[in-house]
């Protein structure tokens, strides 16, 4: 009787240790936040954050090294963040600049790696590099001192990260140690509120603050500091850490690819040569599939990051036929033509953007950057592919082989060959030669609409005519 007692006290015992032992197993969840911010990779994190919450992990640990990036795009991962109901620590590996610092204000904790730095968040515009407008600024500035107040951080020292105006005091008021803003402390004395001294300037005048890990440790804005992750999860006790480690897939990646400035750029410049050059030279084929390629690979990745809605291709589809619609079914470059231009600039613009709602002041500079540099690009095609190509041989066999396609639907023009122009020559547009209509361009002079033209020279596809 005693030993089935013993056996029964021993399963017992057993099962408790082992019941214990799966309990005290604490599931951490690694997210990587590496290179540049774009809305790539705030969908990976965004992503990642809801399958933490769903598989109920009680930690995410962020590990920090960017230089910084899309504001908006480091919005939608704070606010991700800032929704979870787990612990959420950041751990800088390298660098925490710019919109990295904005996430690590949004963490429950920051740690740091002894050679990482945090700070230096200052909005630029996108095109020439200089500081941002003071309204920019300041809305960063008020979004970085919300973060912080709301995580425990100090507010001064995320305020100077982004506004190099401020200047932050570390000071003695009475038996404490605070750290505030120049302002806060004006006022402390204006008030009257006992003894204040000021032992240092952590932040001066004129100078953005960016701080080493050791500097974050000693004004408290790093808990700690930790060598590895090894180190930060024994320094956090966790005993018995379940880690899952996620990266972001191929698909993820891709998109953080196409929707990359640089390719956006090309891909936009791409199709915008496209678009002209076909309207140039139509029916070659292959300027309208690398065209149709390269626009539906633009706004395919910006669906997939979640910035490209409906909306936004609807308005770049209506825009191009209205255009078209402009060029061969209405001539004259009038209400259809403007119209088309802007739906196609407006759906473009609300792409890069992401969001239709968002005010668009803080992006307005890097989507201007965008597409200048898209337009560049195309110029620069163009360029190539009206006064180089021509000269080649492979572009005199694409012609000859098009022209031969063409001359069975309509017939060839040839010198002196008269007609009426069917839309204002301003210098290009459109004329009537017999039954056929044709795209014709003048030496510069304005020719109305219903005026007598002659052809005068060719070249290829292009016609170039004067009055008759």
């Known amino acids: ?43 990976f994190i965004k992503n990642s954050v809801e399958k933490a919450a769903a598989q109920d992990i009680a930690t995410i640990i962020l590990e920090i090294d960017t230089p910084g990036g899309r504001v908006d795009a ?8 800032l929704g979870y109901k787990g612990n959420v620590i950041t751990f800088v590996t390298n660098q925490a600049w710019s919109a990295g610092s904005m996430i690590a204000l949004s963490s429950d904790k920051i740690i740091m790696r002894p050679t990482a730095s945090i700070g230096s968040a200052e909005p630029r515009e996108g095109i020439t590099g200089k500081k941002a407008d003071e309204k920019i600024v300041s809305a960063l500035r008020a979004r970085f001192k919300a973060l912080a107040e709301g995580e425990n951080h100090n507010n001064a020292l995320a305020q100077a990260m982004v506004d190099k105006d401020i200047v932050v005091l570390k000071v003695l008021a009475g038996n404490k140690t605070l750290i505030v803003t120049e302002e806060e402390f004006n006022e402390k004395i204006a008030a009257g ?12 005048k004129g100078k953005l603050l960016n701080l080493s890990a050791e500097d974050a440790q000693k004004y408290s804005l790093a808990e700690s500091i930790c060598e590895d992750r090894e180190t930060l999860i024994a320094y956090l006790e966790i005993d018995n850490p379940d880690v899952v480690e996620v990266s972001p897939n191929w698909s993820e990646n891709l998109v953080r690819f196409i929707t990359h400035p640089i390719l956006s750029s090309l891909l936009l410049g791409i199709g915008f040569w496209a678009i002209i050059f076909a309207l140039r030279i139509p029916g070659l084929g292959l300027p309208e599939i690398a065209g149709v390629s390269a626009l539906g690979l633009f706004f395919w990745g910006h669906k997939l990051a979640g910035l490209s809605g409906w ?49 668009l002041i803080g992006e307005l500079n ?7 540099s898209s337009l560049f690009i195309s110029s620069i095609m163009l360029f190539i592919s009206l006064k180089i190509f021509p000269k080649t041989k492979f572009w005199n066999k694409l012609i000859l082989e098009y022209q031969l396609k063409k001359s069975e639907i309509e017939e060839e023009l040839v010198i002196s060959d008269s007609g009426v122009a069917i839309s204002d020559l301003r210098p ?8 056929n209509i044709y795209d014709v361009e003048t030496l510069g002079d304005y020719i109305k609409k219903g005026e007598k ?13 004067e009055k008759a």
């Open 311 to 359: 909306l936004d291709i609807l308005l770049v589809i209506l825009g191009i036929a209205l255009i078209l619609i402009e060029l061969f079914i209405i001539p004259g470059f009038g209400l259809a033509g403007i119209a088309g231009a802007l739906a196609l600039l407006a759906g473009i613009v609300l792409t890069l953007t992401g969001h239709p709602l968002y005010p």
């Open 453 to 465: 033209v002659k052809i005068i020279s060719k070249h290829g596809n292009i016609r170039k005519v």
């Open 428 to 435: 290009s547009g459109k004329a009537k030669f017999g039954n």
């Open 74 to 81: 480091a919005d939608i991962i704070c606010e991700s963040l």
């Open 193 to 204: 509120r006992g003894r204040i001294k000021i032992l240092t300037t952590i932040s001066e």
């Open 1 to 43: 009787m005693k030993n089935k007692r013993k056996k029964v006290l021993t399963i017992l015992t057993i099962s408790l240790l082992l019941s214990i032992s799966a309990v005290s197993a604490e599931k951490i969840m690694i997210i990587p936040v590496k290179g540049v911010i774009d809305l790539g990779l705030s969908a």
């Open 366 to 372: 890097r989507v201007s950057g965008i597409m200048l």
